[in-house]
């Protein structure tokens, strides 16, 4: 009835609550990508098999859990204000990030 496992360092237990409860955006795993070609890898990984984008950098794998993929320089673009609504006005416009675009609204 339980799984446990480690990711990125971090312990997790899984329990198998049965057909009644399904996954939702309420839960989901971020991965910080270093580069456009690792955000682009996670996105066609995860979304192969029966998984879809959603929006904003979010998508439901095959088994309808959410996961965010995210550059990991994302804190850096919302210490400013001015340029935190810059880059939310073009994630809004997204659904797989585009880190160059992302920037360039940073800029």
């Known amino acids: 009835m339980t799984a446990e496992f480690e990711l990125e360092g971090q312990s997790f237990v899984a329990l198998n609550g049965g057909p009644q409860f399904k996954f939702t955006e309420a839960v989901s795993f971020a991965v910080g990508c270093e580069d456009q070609a690792e955000i682009d890898y996670y996105w066609e990984k995860l979304t192969a098999d029966g998984g879809r ?7 439901a794998d095959r088994y309808g859990l959410f996961w ?14 001015e340029r935190a609504a810059r880059v939310m006005q073009a994630m809004m416009k997204m659904v797989k990030l585009d880190i160059a675009k992302l920037e360039e609204a940073a800029r």
Do not use: H, S
């Open 53 to 59: 984008p959603v929006a904003c950098g979010w998508l």
């Open 68 to 81: 965010q993929i995210v550059p990991k320089a994302w804190d850096a673009y919302y210490k400013d204000p």
